[in-house]
């Protein structure tokens, strides 16, 4: 089966720094669409950052300067570079990922979730 794990997220004051992870396993043919998305508390689930299988990128205004996507595609890894981190950004943050199966059949898979939390 397919499976999506995020990490690198935790406590850190305004201004400081997180570099997001998301590891994919399972059986897996390609990768095509990936995203990051976000939801603080009474909030709805919103979209971060995506990236497709090219390395195009679309970031939300409020993270666009601060915050990098990137992927690797031999290791099938998302990542988040966070900097310039503000006390709105906290949320829980999910990995999004569009997903060929060796079956044929594409599928959108969402990892459990890491937790930002920016104050001081």
């Known amino acids: 089966q397919v499976q999506l794990v995020e990490s690198g997220g935790g406590l850190v004051q305004p201004g400081g720094s997180l570099r997001l992870i998301c590891a994919t396993s399972?059986?897996?043919?390609?990768?095509?669409?990936m995203g990051w998305y976000r939801q603080a508390p009474g909030k709805g689930r919103e979209v971060v950052a995506t990236i497709t299988s090219s390395g195009s990128t679309n970031y939300k205004d409020s993270v666009k300067g601060r915050f990098t996507i990137s992927r690797d595609n031999g290791k099938n890894t998302l990542y988040l570079q966070m900097n310039s981190l503000k006390p709105e950004d906290t949320a829980v943050y999910y990995c999004d990922a569009e997903i060929l199966g060796v079956a044929g059949i594409p599928s959108h898979y969402w990892g459990q979730g890491t937790q930002v939390t920016v104050s001081s």
């Open positions: 399972g059986s897996i043919f390609s990768i095509n669409d």
